[in-house]
Nanobody, 127 residues
Framework: VQLQASGGGGLVQAGGSLRLSCAAS????????MGWFRQAPGKEREFVAA????????YYADSVKGRFTISRDKAQNTVYLQMNSLKLEDTAAYYC????????????????????WGQGTQVTVSS
């Protein structure tokens, strides 16, 4: 399966909102949990949010809790990341990936548990 993240690419002011999409091609994602990660220049890739395969469990990094929402549309084979109240420190390249294990009920934030990393989409928050 190939994943393609989109929705970034421009400048958004601090306090603004943006919705990222992660579309899959080649195979359905309906039985896989999905995660969003980000990587700022000079920093390691970090976990942002994840959702399990059924969509009834989500998990967020403390830094985005209450501001970001992850969701999925199985019919569209797409996962979304709604980002509100954006901060300067949210500036990064955002990546989506699929859980290695199908039908996992719990949500994992561990990078090594994900595969099929898509190309990132750049989010730049300006003051």
């Amino acid at each position: 399966v190939q994943l393609q993240a989109s929705g970034g690419g421009g400048l958004v002011q601090a306090g603004g909102s943006l919705r990222l999409s992660c579309a899959a091609s080649g195979r359905t994602l309906s039985t896989y949990g999905m995660g969003w990660f980000r990587q700022a220049p000079g920093k390691e890739r970090e976990f942002v949010a994840a959702i399990n395969w059924s969509g009834d469990r989500t998990y967020y990094a403390d830094s985005v809790k209450g501001r970001f929402t992850i969701s999925r549309d199985k019919a569209q084979n797409t996962v979304y990341l709604q980002m509100n109240s954006l901060k300067l420190e949210d500036t990064a390249a955002y990546y989506c990936a699929a859980d290695r294990r199908p039908l996992r009920e719990v949500v994992t934030s561990e990078l090594h548990e994900y595969r099929n990393w898509g190309q990132g989409t750049q989010v730049t928050v300006s003051s």
